[in-house]
Structure formats: C-alpha cells, structure tokens
Nanobody, 115 residues
C-alpha cells in the first residue's frame, strides 16, 4: 500500500517562500506521475503542478507558473514543491498525489499567506 506524508506548510508573509515535501512509502514512487493539488476554503480542489516519473517534464497551473517549481528525488521517494513570491490567493491545504492505476493522497499540509 502507498502512504504519502506532506510537510513544510505554515504561515508566511506575502512575497515569501516555502518548500513543501511529500515522502512516499514503498517502491512504486519512481514509476509514478506525482502531483500537488490544493484546496482553498469554499473552493474546488485544483491541480497546482505535476511531474513525470523520471522528473523530465513538469506541468504548472497558470496561476503558479514562474513562481512554483516541482521536483522529485526518486532515490529518497520524495516530491517537492518550491513556492516563491507567495500571494494571499495561494492560501490553501496542499495535497500530494501519486497517480498509477489509481490515485493515492496524503493528508494535506496547510499553507497560509498573510501579513
């Protein structure tokens, strides 16, 4: 069974930075597409960024492109999301997703951008 655990969320001022991490259990990580989703209060969950199994290609939502960078270290079964130039509208719970045959989800980590 796949187990995903996010970390790195917290309170940050507008314009600041955070790096989120997602640690995955097992050996399936290196052959799976991984992604970050977020859900703000009262809004639908949305895809923020995703990355191919080998890390060679990435996708970003228009709202975060140029500010966020998704990466992975397969040797450590870890997915990252570097978030720079944070805005109040980035406030949300951020979820790690593993996609292979079916979707697996972490518990989420809260990111709050506020002055």
């Amino acid at each position: 069974q796949v187990h995903l655990v996010e970390s790195g969320g917290g309170l940050v001022q507008p314009g600041g930075s955070l790096r989120l991490s997602c640690a995955a259990s097992g050996s399936i990580f290196s052959i799976a597409v991984m992604g970050w989703y977020r859900q703000a209060p009262g809004k639908q969950r949305e895809l923020v960024a995703s990355i191919t199994s080998g890390g060679g290609s990435a996708y970003y939502a228009d709202s975060v492109r140029g500010r966020f960078t998704v990466s992975r270290v397969n040797a450590n079964n870890t997915l990252y999301l570097q978030m720079n130039s944070l805005k109040s509208e980035d406030t949300a719970v951020y979820y790690c997703n593993l996609r292979r045959i079916r979707d697996y989800w972490g518990q989420g980590t809260q990111v709050t951008v506020s002055s």
